[in-house]
C-alpha cells in the first residue's frame, strides 16, 4: 500500500497567513504567535536549545513555523543583520537538535527576500 503524500509545509496559503501586513506599504505583520508560530528578531546557533523547545512544542502539536527576523512589539519585518542564517550548516542544526529531541523530529527552512 502506497503511503500517503504529505503537504508540503511551504504552501502559498500557509505563506500568505503568515505573512500578512497591515496594508500593502506596511511591514507590520497581522499575525500573531500562537501554537503554531513564533516570532524571532534574530538566529543564532548558540540559541538552538531554546529552538528545539519551541520545535518540540510545535511537534507536540503537529508542526508549527518559527520565522526569524521580525521585532516583538509592534510585529514588524526587520530581517536579519547577520549572514548567521543563509551560512548555518543544516547539519549542525540538526545534530544540535537531534541532542535535545527524541525521537527525531523532521524539520526545513526556507529564505525569503
Not at 540559541?47 to 521580525?70: H, L, M, P, R, W
Not at 523532521?106 to 525569503?112: D, F, H, L, M, V
Request: hydrophobic residues 35%; charged residues 30%.
Amino acid at each position: 500500500m502506497a503511503k500517503p503524500r504529505k503537504k508540503p509545509a511551504f504552501t502559498d496559503e500557509v505563506l500568505h497567513r503568515i505573512f500578512s501586513f497591515e496594508s500593502e506599504l506596511s511591514d507590520r505583520f497581522t499575525s500573531r504567535e500562537n501554537g503554531k508560530l513564533e516570532f524571532k528578531e534574530s538566529f543564532d546557533m548558540g540559541s538552538a536549545d531554546k529552538y528545539a523547545k519551541t520545535a518540540a512544542a510545535f511537534a507536540n502539536e503537529q508542526g508549527g513555523y518559527i520565522v526569524f527576523g521580525v521585532k516583538d512589539s509592534p510585529r514588524q519585518m526587520i530581517g536579519l543583520k547577520s549572514q548567521n542564517f543563509e551560512n548555518f550548516d543544516v547539519g549542525k542544526l540538526t545534530a544540535a537538535l537531534s541532542e535535545w529531541l527524541c525521537p527525531e523530529i523532521e524539520w526545513g527552512s526556507a529564505s525569503y527576500d
